[in-house]
């Protein structure tokens, strides 16, 4: 008999840990160098933890080896909610905040507990792809709006209101996003509001990289817009403090929740079905919140922020390529223009590259984006490795023109 996958799969994937990666980790295993430009991973790239989170989690392991309360320990749940009360986040409490082993297992909850089959969740274009697996995998339709790349990557709001329907529950906003680095300003996440409001949705906003803004760049938290829609604010420490591989990850639920009772209950209940998140790495959430190592790394002269403009002015500067600024997030998302670049199929594209050049970046369609004329780079490396990798990325392209 032949095992085969469900059929629950079918049409999920997640490119960022797609088929080129296993290519990738071929050549590696067979002796060779890949500069791996597809994953925001911090330490990867030489970034270390802070050290005050290390010495706390050192601390307390000797009494975090037992289960936690499902939504996560109190004292860390309270230390999440005080601080969102502080940005504005009205009424928010310890009960309002589950923690998860990163973000990416609370959005699968979020998404589980609501969608029912046939069910619609409005995802940006480009999108960060979990969004799109985890409700094709509940069963639902995710239904994409359009970003337009003209209006620095801002959502377009009638394209969003010209795409709810009946089945419509809820929309999803990533800010500042992945993969464009776009930060929205407060007259959009207002436009979007109102569409949650008159369409009676749900809104999930994923605020990761809430922290890493540059030039300036202003973060407006929807939910402090918005106190009368119900709202899902997501983030954790695996991008502003380093620590991926700690999973430390938060959810807060704000608005009004008295008519959703029972679509919290079941959070909680598929809260409590995973026993409890990685209590170690809850330990260091109270102390990480007041730490402020990242501020240094963002500043001119800081490592992410001179990263981000070399990678920038050096992709600008390749024949018949042009990327948007981004103004946050850890990550370019490069156009390559169709009358000079012939690129019919872009998984092919970075595939290609990563047999030739050794540099694995992942396809613009990874990111629900519809056409093969963009790519995702990770802007993590130093400043001079990301210079001379865009270059070989010049040289590849030649292999494409027209």
């Known amino acids: ?90 009424g ?55 970003c337009d790349e003209g209006a620095d990557w801002n959502p377009d709001l009638a394209d969003i209101a010209s795409k709810i329907t009946d089945r419509t529950k809820a929309i999803v906003v990533i800010n500042p996003n992945n993969p464009t680095g776009a930060v929205y300003s407060r007259e959009l996440l ?18 990761i990289y809430d922290q890493i803004l540059y030039e300036g760049a202003v973060m407006h938290h929807f939910a402090t817009l918005a106190p009368d829609v119900l709202t899902l604010t997501f983030s954790g420490l695996s991008k502003s403090h380093r620590v991926a591989g700690f999973r430390a990850g938060w959810m807060v639920v704000s608005g009004p929740t008295e008519h959703a009772r029972d ?9 409590g079905m995973r026993l409890c998140p990685n209590a170690p790495a809850q330990h260091i959430i109270e102390i990480a919140l007041r730490d402020k190592t990242l501020d240094d790394l963002l500043l001119p002269g800081g490592r992410l922020r001179e990263q981000r403009d070399r990678t920038w002015k050096a992709l600008n500067e390749l024949p018949g390529v042009s990327c948007v600024k981004p103004q946050g997030a850890l990550y370019a998302f490069p156009r390559f223009d169709p009358k ?10 970075v595939l290609n590259l990563l047999l030739q050049e050794k540099i694995h970046i992942v396809q613009g369609t990874g990111f629900n ?26 040289r590849f392209l030649g292999n494409y023109r027209r």
Not at 263 to 271: D, K, N, Q, R, V
């Open 92 to 146: 928010v409490s310890l009960e309002d905040v589950y923690l998860g082993n990163g973000v990416s297992e609370l959005v699968s909850m979020s998404v589980q507990a609501l969608v029912d089959t046939g069910d619609e969740i409005l995802i940006p274009s480009p999108d960060f792809p979990l969004w799109t697996a985890v409700t094709r995998l509940a069963g639902g339709n995710p239904v994409h709006y359009v």
């Open 369 to 394: 984006w519809h056409a093969p004329d963009h790519v995702r780079i990770v802007t993590l490396p130093r400043a001079d490795e990301l210079e001379t990798a865009i270059g070989r990325i010049g």
């Open 340 to 349: 000079v670049y012939r690129i019919d199929d872009d998984e092919k594209f």
């Open 1 to 90: 008999m032949e095992f085969r996958q469900s059929s629950k799969l079918a049409g999920v994937c997640y490119e960022i840990r797609g088929p080129v990666v296993e290519e990738a980790n071929a050549l590696e295993a067979a002796g060779h160098s890949v500069l791996r430009l597809n994953q925001g991973n911090p330490a990867t790239f030489g970034f270390e933890a802070p050290e005050s989170l290390l010495r706390e989690m050192t601390r307390c392991l000797a009494t975090a080896h037992g289960y936690s309360d499902g939504r996560g320990i109190p004292s860390a749940r309270q230390a999440v909610a005080d601080e969102y009360r502080s940005r504005g986040f009205e």
């Open 263 to 271: 679509y919290l209950e079941g959070i909680t209940m598929l809260a």
């Open 190 to 207: 207002e436009g979007v509001a109102d569409l949650a409001r008159r369409h009676n949705l749900l809104v999930f906003v994923d605020e």
